[in-house]
């Protein structure tokens, strides 16, 4: 049986491979997208992604796909500030895997909290955009 993956992207994720590259990278989100597409489908998975600058979007696309059976997502700033998308991954009970291009916590003091870390299913830190293969990986295993 096909499981359904989701891939989720939160604000300025759009600008990967434009957006500082020395700490993001030069891939683009759409790269990824089709690199971890293509992985999961060797391994009978479908992948929807979504990827939104907009709080609300993000937490719409969630309940829209509560039916899912796991869960990418890079929440980018909101990471460090959204109660209400924490809220929507509870809520929605989405198994997840919280993924982020850069090391947090060599940054950034207000980067180094997470809301989201406490509810994940795994947490995928500063390996690049590796990560989310890493992710997709993880995810292969764990839904077999």
Do not use: W
Not at 18 to 47: A, M, N, W
Not at 54 to 74: S, T, V
């Amino acid at each position: 049986m096909e499981k359904n993956i989701l891939l989720v992207n939160g604000p300025n994720l759009n600008l990967l491979g434009k957006r500082e590259p020395d700490v993001y990278g030069s891939q683009s989100l759409s790269d990824i997208e089709t690199e971890t597409r293509t992985f999961l489908q060797s391994h009978g998975c479908r992948l929807t992604t979504f990827q939104s600058n907009h709080e609300g979007e993000l937490i719409d696309f969630l309940h829209k796909h509560a039916d899912a059976d796991y869960l990418i997502i890079n929440p980018g700033g909101l990471t460090h500030t959204s109660v209400v998308l924490r809220d929507a991954l509870a809520g929605t009970e989405i198994p997840f895997i919280e993924v982020h291009i850069s090391n947090v916590h060599a940054r950034e003091s207000f980067r180094h909290h997470s809301y989201l870390s406490a509810i994940a299913s795994g947490i995928i830190i500063g390996c690049g955009v590796q990560g989310y293969r890493l992710a997709a990986e993880l995810i292969v295993q764990r839904v077999a």
